[in-house]
């Protein structure tokens, strides 16, 4: 009986010592991942449909903090430039310093340096005669100084974008240094992340990696998984270790 007992206070201890671990680790990771995807990663809400069908008016969207010289054609941004207003704003970038922003082509697209681009994020539905209507309503020719950046909403029939700005000495573009962060998903409603897309990929720079977020949730899942089933295990261990005593006892 007593080598019993000590067989069930060995096992009762070594079950503690490793809900004890497993919680720790899945704190550490829990609130780390939170730590750091605070950070990395700030919230913005979209007022307008510029961006739709991409983010809709009322989207929280989390915005990786990046720099101007991280920037790449593609990228959804957030900004600040005093030509456009004071309040941040959310388009997508289509060129950067150096490149000729055309539009349209015979066949309704965006070229940028020639390279006709298309762009599966916009929502072109069918046009007169069953032609599919055009990346922008009206067309348009922009170079892009050095430096700058070139800008359009994905709702092209209703964005107040670089188009406004063309008569502007830079021709609608932004500084690099406006540029405060890069959208990555929208957070509520839940649809998910904002993909970097392939439209771009073919000109010189590609596009831009994909940013931590889905790491970070990972890291948040699996801590939240190790804490719940740490506290469990005790509890379950020692039930167990009661009821094999008295499974010998009958025998």
């Not at 983010?55 to 593609?74: H, K, Y």
């Not at 309704?108 to 020639?114: P, Q, S």
């Not at 439209?199 to 596009?207: C, D, H, I, N, Q």
Request: hydrophobic fraction near 40%.
């Amino acid at each position: 009986m007593s080598g019993t007992k000590r067989k069930n206070d060995g096992h009762g201890r070594t079950g503690a010592m490793v809900s004890g671990l497993a919680v720790a680790v899945g704190c550490v990771l829990f609130l780390g991942g939170f730590v750091w995807a605070a950070l990395v990663y700030q919230p913005y809400t979209v007022p307008t449909a510029s961006m739709s069908p991409t983010v809709n008016p009322g989207d929280r969207v989390l915005a990786e903090r990046i720099e101007g010289s991280e920037v790449r054609r593609g990228d959804v941004v957030v900004f600040t430039d005093e030509v456009w207003g004071a309040a941040p704003m959310v388009k997508r970038v289509v060129g950067v310093g150096g490149d000729q922003v055309v539009c349209c082509d015979e066949r309704g697209r965006l070229t940028v340096n020639d390279t006709p681009v298309d762009e599966p994020y916009l929502h072109r539905g069918p046009a007169a005669r069953g032609e599919r209507a055009p990346a922008s309503p009206q067309d348009f020719t922009a170079e892009v100084p050095r430096g700058q950046i070139f800008l359009l909403g994905d709702e092209r029939a209703t964005s107040l974008d670089s188009r406004v700005h063309l008569d502007d000495p830079g021709q609608g573009s932004v500084p690099l240094s406006a540029v405060q962060a890069r959208v990555d998903a929208v957070a509520w409603p839940l649809d998910g992340m904002i993909g970097r897309p392939a439209s771009f990929a073919a000109l010189p720079g590609g596009v831009s990696a994909e940013g931590p977020l889905p790491l970070q949730l990972g890291t948040i899942v699996i801590g939240a998984a190790l804490i719940l089933g740490g506290a469990a295990y005790g509890p379950v261990a020692a039930r167990l270790g009661r009821r094999r005593p008295a499974a010998g006892a009958a025998r």
